[in-house]
Structures are given as structure tokens and as C-alpha cells.
């Protein structure tokens, strides 16, 4: 089995169409989406996107999608409102789907497991196995990736949620993360991905920018410009971001 993940897409669907074009070519068996899909400039239409893809695809809930649902459940439908950022981009994903996307983006698994030809028994979870919301970076101390890891039969796990590629060795486990489809804070533009199976293939496709901007500042979502700009206009350092996650962990250590 050879599979395209797919992880932290964040509604922007001009991106999902170019990594999904890029898969078409890639030959693969399956599509695993790594979850935080609608929380973003396009919720409605990301989502009927992915359910296009059919039996082809697993899906892993991220907490954004948690979130997402949350709101939708609780009636709240003013994004205005929220004075936090990702709250925001959950109460607008949740005001624009329908009762029908509520329900598949519910219906998402904690963690998918897949055996993959060349790396075996894989692991795919957002932030970490035991926690969609928990921060693994390039950066994370063995001592708390071992914590982390602590339990976990398969020997190599694929997360998401910190929108930054990297593939990484512990003790006997392989972690990678996949990068971000929509929201990438890789020093560089782009939409990224992971080819696993045999090998592991960390994979950034390029999309022109300026009509993917067009159609996303159409959706109205109230933080686009701080979102595009920090991911692809003027991509922040990379090891800035990985060090301010890891901060953010250290104060929630476990
Ligand atoms: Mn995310």
C-alpha cells in the first residue's frame, strides 16, 4: 500500500486542488487526510472536495475539526464574536457548512492505521497518538517525544498540526509530519504533502498565487490576509515557528 497524506488543508482549496492533481500522478493506493480541513477561507466547498474523493480516502480528525463541530452543535454562527483567532476559524467554517458536512467531519477517526509497503504497521494521528491538540516539532526534546511515544505499537507515525515537514528518528520509531496542504510555515510558498510508501517522500507542490488569493479572499473569511501572509506572501522563519510551538509546549509539559 502506497499512500498521499494530506494534513492541516484550512479551507484553502486551491491549494487542496494542486496537491490533488499532484496525487492523481503519484500512483497511489489511498488518501489519508490528516485532519484540520475546514477551518479556513473556503470550509464549504474544501469539504465537499474531500467527500468527492470517496472510498479513495481515510480521514484523521484534527482539533480544528473538533472545533468546528463544537461550534456548529452550539449554535454559534457570529465569527465576529470571537476575539480568539482559531475560534473564529471555527465558529465561520461551522456558520458555512451544512448539517450534512457537520456530520462528516464528526464522523472523522482519532487515528488511522495503515500497513504500508517498506515502512509497515504506519500511525497516522494529528497532533500526536494520544492527543489531537499536542505539539510535535523538528524541535521536540527526545526525553518528551519519548514521553509522547510511550504505548505506541506501530513503529512509524505520520502527524500533522504544527504545519511543518520534517522525518524524524527516535529510539526505534520513525516520526514524520506531513506538512500543511493550505497553511504551510515552511519559509517558502507552496502546498505541503507526504508520499509514504516504500520510501518517504516529503513533497511541496507549487500553485500560482495570485487566483488562489482571488478565490480565497472571496470566501470573506475575516483573517485572510494575517493567514496568507505569514504562510505564503511573506512566509515567517521556519525555526521560529518551530521554537514558538516548543515554547508553547514546555508550558503545558506532560
Ligand atoms: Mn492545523
Given at each position: 500500500?502506497?499512500?498521499?497524506?494530506?494534513?492541516?488543508?484550512?479551507?484553502?482549496?486551491?491549494?487542496?486542488?494542486?496537491?490533488?492533481?499532484d496525487?492523481?500522478?503519484?500512483?497511489?493506493?489511498?488518501?489519508?487526510?490528516?485532519?484540520?480541513?475546514?477551518?479556513?477561507?473556503?470550509?464549504?466547498?474544501?469539504?465537499?472536495?474531500?467527500?468527492?474523493?470517496?472510498?479513495?480516502?481515510?480521514?484523521?480528525?484534527?482539533?480544528?475539526?473538533?472545533?468546528?463541530?463544537?461550534?456548529?452543535?452550539?449554535?454559534?454562527?457570529?465569527?465576529?464574536?470571537?476575539?480568539?483567532?482559531?475560534?473564529?476559524a471555527a465558529?465561520?467554517?461551522?456558520?458555512?457548512?451544512?448539517?450534512?458536512?457537520?456530520?462528516?467531519?464528526?464522523?472523522?477517526?482519532?487515528?488511522?492505521?495503515?500497513?504500508?509497503?517498506?515502512?509497515?504497521e504506519?500511525?497516522?494521528?494529528?497532533?500526536?497518538?494520544?492527543?489531537?491538540?499536542?505539539?510535535?516539532?523538528?524541535?521536540?526534546?527526545?526525553?518528551?517525544?519519548?514521553?509522547?511515544?510511550?504505548?505506541?505499537?506501530?513503529?512509524?507515525?505520520?502527524?500533522?498540526?504544527?504545519?511543518?515537514?520534517?522525518?524524524?528518528?527516535?529510539?526505534?520509531?520513525?516520526?514524520?509530519?506531513?506538512?500543511?496542504?493550505?497553511?504551510?510555515?515552511?519559509?517558502?510558498?507552496?502546498?505541503?504533502?507526504?508520499?509514504?510508501?516504500?520510501?518517504?517522500?516529503?513533497?511541496?507542490?507549487?500553485?500560482?498565487?495570485?487566483?488562489?488569493?482571488?478565490?480565497?479572499?472571496?470566501?470573506?473569511?475575516?483573517?485572510?490576509e494575517?493567514?496568507?501572509?505569514?504562510?505564503?506572501?511573506?512566509?515567517?522563519?521556519?525555526?521560529?515557528v518551530?521554537?514558538?510551538?516548543?515554547?508553547?509546549?514546555?508550558?503545558?509539559?506532560?
Open positions: 500500500m502506497r499512500v498521499a497524506s494530506l494534513y492541516d488543508i484550512h479551507g484553502n482549496l486551491p491549494a487542496l486542488e494542486a496537491v490533488l492533481a496525487v492523481g500522478r503519484s500512483r497511489v493506493d489511498k488518501v489519508v487526510v490528516g485532519g484540520d480541513v475546514a477551518s479556513g477561507p473556503l470550509p464549504a466547498q474544501t469539504v465537499e472536495a474531500l467527500l468527492a474523493l470517496g472510498d479513495r480516502a481515510w480521514f484523521v480528525r484534527g482539533n480544528a475539526d473538533r472545533e468546528v463541530v463544537e461550534a456548529y452543535d452550539a449554535g454559534r454562527v457570529d465569527a465576529a464574536a470571537e476575539s480568539e483567532p482559531a475560534r473564529r465558529v465561520f467554517a461551522a456558520a458555512a457548512l451544512s448539517r450534512d458536512q457537520r456530520d462528516f467531519l464528526a464522523g472523522f477517526s482519532d487515528t488511522v492505521t495503515v500497513n504500508l509497503e517498506g515502512l509497515g504506519t500511525l497516522f494521528c494529528h497532533g500526536s497518538p494520544r492527543d489531537d491538540d499536542e505539539i510535535i516539532t523538528a524541535a521536540t526534546p527526545p526525553q518528551r517525544l519519548r514521553r509522547i511515544l510511550t504505548g505506541v505499537r506501530q513503529r512509524v507515525v505520520v502527524c500533522g498540526h504544527t504545519h511543518q515537514q520534517f522525518d524524524r528518528r527516535l529510539d526505534s520509531y520513525r516520526v514524520i509530519n506531513a506538512g500543511s496542504v493550505g497553511v504551510p510555515y515552511e519559509g517558502r510558498a507552496g502546498a505541503y504533502w507526504a508520499l509514504l510508501g516504500p520510501g518517504v517522500e516529503l513533497r511541496r507542490t507549487e500553485y500560482e498565487l495570485e487566483p488562489a488569493l482571488a478565490r480565497l479572499r472571496g470566501g470573506g473569511f475575516p483573517d485572510l494575517e493567514m496568507v501572509g505569514e504562510s505564503l506572501l511573506d512566509p515567517v522563519d521556519p525555526a521560529w518551530a521554537d514558538f510551538f516548543e515554547g508553547q509546549a514546555e508550558g503545558r509539559s506532560r
